[in-house]
């Protein structure tokens, strides 16, 4: 016993000076709580109805039409996927009008956020984001080992705008290998106007800086100055545009991200491409999903609708509790309170999960999922005035 504890430790030894510290410092990324945890550490899985604000996903669900015809692939699970995706990147081809050699699907967009680090960026390299923005981009940042250079959106809009870009870059006379810019930027829900980007791409094409543009949230934007990133490729080779079907297509459970790009970046995405990837029941769904859009124009329009009603009932809280939120062009809201984790749980204890922006670099807000039905969003705001009355 006393010798296998010797080799135990030897052996542990033998891993830390194998495994990168990095690897095992990396800050993981925090996903919001799920359902069954809140049931199981809160509720000690007593019958109570939860209802889950936090990831931004679509609450109105899978199409029944859809779910349907999934159904009947189950019989097919024992196959391997097809590697070639061969019938997805046609619809997407056919769907979104680019080429499908200019397409690369990956498990969620994350997925490809992580590859796309892996063929671009080196030790040492720059990667500029206005700030706070989407987790992932900073954790694989510290991955590879890049330098991270940020700049504050500021209130009360936290609107990014070519002229910040612009000031802050033209103090760096290094290469910036990638520019970020999530429009809409989570946590904030806030955007750039297409102008402002166009003149961020021609700037970055003229310093060979390659411009990342995550569009995951493009179809909740109700403003008419908005960019289409796709719009935007054939002039600019230096754009990646990244989609997701995990918001408005309600199928992130089943992880569908797409990067649309230059024949070259794709053709180095798709080579490191991990063997089936996308499962069969992702390539399905999502070929369903682009083939009965028109299902999803209502539940957008919902959802825009709740926004405006969640204005309303934040504007009245506002005065009462010193409270404010930012504008957002997505399906989320960010609300600054007094103590965000403390709010986060509280309203855990009333069966309400959101997100404390603090895990966003986004200090003392909550960040709300902004659901399409009416019901969820009045729960929220009786819930959450009794929890600031408690407070």
């Given amino acids: 016993f006393i010798k296998m504890n010797t080799k135990l430790n030897n052996f542990e030894e033998y891993l830390k000076n194998t495994i990168e510290d990095k690897f095992i410092s990396l800050n993981r990324y925090k996903a919001g709580k799920p359902i069954e945890e809140i049931k199981r550490e809160i509720f000690k899985n007593k019958k109570v109805k939860i209802l889950k604000l936090a990831s931004n996903e679509n609450l109105t669900g899978v199409d029944k039409t859809i779910l349907k015809q999934l159904q009947k692939e189950l019989k097919n699970i024992y196959y391997y996927p097809d590697d070639s995706l061969y019938y997805l990147l046609n619809e997407l081809e056919g769907f979104y009008k680019i080429k499908k050699e200019n397409i690369v699907v990956g498990n969620g967009a994350v997925e490809l956020i992580r590859y796309i680090y892996q063929i671009l960026v080196k030790k040492g390299d720059k990667i500029f984001i206005p700030h706070p923005s ?80 995550d569009e995951a949230y493009f179809e909740f934007v109700d403003n008419e100055n908005y960019h289409n990133g796709l719009e935007l490729l054939k002039e600019y080779p230096n754009l990646i545009v990244l989609r997701t079907f995990s918001k408005v297509f309600a199928l992130a459970g089943l992880r569908i991200g797409i990067a649309f790009t230059n024949q070259y970046i794709s053709k180095a995405l798709n080579n490191i491409r991990l063997p089936f990837n996308v499962n069969t029941l992702a390539q399905k769904a999502t070929i369903l999903a682009l083939k009965n859009y028109n299902t999803f124009v209502d539940k957008i329009k919902s959802i825009i609708n709740q926004k405006y009603f969640l204005y309303s009932k934040l504007d009245q809280l506002k005065k009462e509790f010193n409270i404010d939120y930012i504008k957002t062009y997505s399906n989320f809201i960010a609300i600054r309170v007094k103590d965000a984790n403390k709010v986060f749980n509280e309203l855990l204890l009333e069966g309400i999960i959101v997100r404390p922006a603090s895990d966003m670099n986004l200090g003392d807000y909550i960040r709300v999922t902004i659901s399409p039905f009416k019901s969820h969003n009045e729960l929220f705001i009786k819930k959450f005035k009794k929890v600031l009355k408690k407070i």
């Fill in 134 to 213: 989407f987790a992932i981009y900073y954790i694989d940042a510290n991955l590879f080992e890049a330098q991270l250079i940020t700049y504050n959106l500021m209130p009360p809009d936290f609107q990014i705008k070519y002229e910040d870009i612009k000031n802050n870059l033209d103090k760096i006379d290094d290469p910036i290998k990638l520019l970020i810019i999530c429009s809409p930027n989570n946590p904030t829900g806030s955007i750039i106007f297409k102008n402002d980007l166009e003149k961020v791409l021609n700037y970055a094409l003229n310093r060979n800086i390659i411009v990342i543009l």
